[in-house]
């Protein structure tokens, strides 16, 4: 059996003629850019976020570093994260001119550890971002205690868990703003790139509706902008798949049941932690070898095994070697959770449109490879 890793065609063919009349009123109306479709998507994306403001951007990564220019963050400020997320979380806080401070993640969640936050803050901090890893939200209502006392913004990179939530709160309850992506392998994904901020406040709105566009909210006026805008012929195959997100984020949901049903007496690797209460929605589902040195045996057992199983990230943003770290980065603290998680994660195969079959013949190829290793 062959088990692929991402199922995007077959998501298309299961909606296919919804997605298609959007692209087809899009290409009829001859509106492609900062059209009706898209003014129609960012509506209906406010109304699933519970949010009042959403805007539509070019990528994950814009929507991270427009929010971060509307908070004003810039050259000689400093930014809290994590280093085991993907590296655009950092790219677009190097992008402001801003320090990217790097503090551990927690040995459970591997989302940020609200612990470790306050030993990096000094009086150059002006936001944390914490990202909810994998589909799963991290520490809000503990975050936004901290920023709170020292006066710190928050922004949510939600790339990986749009319709999550934690046990108590909403995503974009506890943040000034979120940003999401959505590159086709996210759980929400367009056929090309795109992304959206979120917020509910109406200065953040104003600015990155302005700075996405030139910086021109009046026509042939123009300020401090880009062109990071989300093409018409996107927001309508998002407002397409936006309808079953729910029901999708859910199938993740069952599959990862089954995942952990079968794979609950491994020995050699463990499985994700879920916080009680919360809605993981499993944009990845993650084991971690128990022996590092070991992972790289588990990821070729089952590519030999027909199974496109990857790793992410197998190099965390402080062990990458392609940035001028004496710049504009600082680390805080010992990075051994993100360094474990780097050497050890697994993902497997996960996306609402994977068959409880393929769930089945990956969890007997990680049992056998289990009862090798143990
Ligand atoms: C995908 C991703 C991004 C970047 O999104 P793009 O749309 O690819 O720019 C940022 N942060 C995280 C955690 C991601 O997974």
Redesign the pocket.
């Known amino acids: 059996m062959k088990v692929p890793f991402y199922g995007h065609v077959r998501q298309y063919n299961s909606i296919k003629s919804e997605i298609d009349a959007n692209i087809k009123t899009v290409i009829e109306s001859g509106e492609y850019v900062m059209g009706p479709m898209l003014k129609k998507f960012e509506a209906e994306f406010a109304k699933f976020s519970k949010t009042q403001y959403a805007i539509g951007v070019a990528?994950?990564?814009?929507?991270?570093w427009l929010s971060l220019l509307a908070l004003g963050v810039g050259p000689g400020d400093e930014v809290i994260t994590h280093t085991n997320?993907?590296f655009?979380?950092a790219e677009?806080i190097w992008f402001t001119g801003a320090t990217a401070v790097f503090v551990d993640c927690d040995p459970l969640t591997k989302c940020l550890d609200p612990k470790k936050i306050k030993a990096a803050i000094t009086p150059k901090t002006k936001a944390i971002i914490p990202?909810h890893?994998y589909g799963q939200c991290a520490d809000m209502p503990a975050i936004r205690k901290i920023a709170d006392k020292h006066k710190l913004f928050v922004i949510e990179?939600n790339?990986?868990a749009i319709d999550a939530a934690g046990p108590d709160f909403r995503i974009g309850e506890l943040s000034d703003a979120v940003?999401t992506?959505?590159?086709i392998q996210?759980n929400l994904g367009c056929f090309g790139?795109?992304?959206m901020v979120i917020t509910n406040n109406p200065e953040i709105d104003r600015l990155v509706r302005k700075m996405r566009n030139h910086g021109s909210d009046k026509r042939s006026q123009h300020s401090f902008g880009f062109n990071s805008r989300l093409d018409d012929i996107h927001a309508g195959i998002l407002s397409a798949k936006l309808k079953h997100i729910h029901a999708n984020n859910d199938l993740r949901r069952k599959l990862a049941k089954r995942y952990t049903k079968g794979l609950k007496k491994a020995k050699s690797f463990t499985l994700p932690y879920v916080v009680p209460g919360a809605r993981h929605v499993f944009h990845l589902y993650v084991v971690e070898t128990v022996d590092p040195a070991k992972r790289d045996s588990l990821l070729k057992f089952l590519a030999d095994s027909g199974i496109d199983a990857k790793s992410h990230y197998p190099i965390a943003i402080h062990q990458q070697t392609g940035y001028p770290w004496d710049k504009q980065a600082r680390i805080v603290g010992k990075m051994t959770n993100a360094e474990r998680n780097a050497a050890s994660c697994v993902s497997l195969p996960m996306f609402p449109e994977l068959t409880e079959d393929e769930v089945d013949y990956t969890v007997q190829k990680c049992m056998e490879w289990d009862k090798a290793n143990a």
């Open positions: 990528n994950g990564t814009d929507a991270i997320t993907f655009a979380t677009a990202v890893l990179d790339a990986q940003a992506s959505f590159i996210k790139d795109g992304g």
